[in-house]
């Protein structure tokens, strides 16, 4: 345990994630129906066609980036296609954003616009019924039972 311990190297990566807003506004019919505001947080995937590293992308016992077991060149062409972000890419990002913005309110808020929503249909399974085993192994959890 103790080398795993000296073996491990800290590595820092930063992400990047946004609140986007919208501002109740009244519609142009004769009813003047207000529509609410509506709030969703945008994460950061890819910067220049480079997808941004995050916590899978580490490994838990180096600290390091992982490399795949079987280093393939096509496993390599994947490693060169992250970016890690540190804190002055990551500000230097948001500077950008804010500069590049199409519109800048008053109180400095950054104007962006929905150009594709993205559906997709959702399903989950119900879980495997209980069998005595596990029933009691889960009372055992949940109840503090020995």
Excluded at 60 to 70: A, I, P, R, Y
Aim: aromatic residues 6%; glycine residues 2%.
């Amino acid at each position: 345990r103790e080398r795993s311990r000296w073996k491990f190297v800290p590595s820092s990566y930063c992400s990047l994630s946004a609140l986007l807003e919208t501002h109740p506004s009244t519609t142009p019919t004769t009813t003047k129906r207000v529509t609410p505001s509506l709030s969703l947080i945008a994460k950061l995937q890819s910067v220049n066609g480079k997808r941004v590293a995050n916590e899978k992308d580490f490994d838990s016992s180096t600290g390091e980036l992982k490399v795949s077991d079987k280093a393939t060149p096509e496993k390599n062409k994947e490693k060169d296609k992250l970016v890690v972000l540190n804190e002055d890419i990551t500000q230097n990002l948001m500077q950008w954003l804010r500069s590049n913005s199409p519109t800048t309110t008053a109180a400095n808020n950054v104007a962006f616009k929905v150009t594709d929503i993205d559906t997709r249909k959702l399903s989950r399974k119900p879980p495997v019924p209980f069998i005595t085993s596990s029933l009691q192994q889960e009372a055992s959890k949940k109840h503090h039972f020995s």
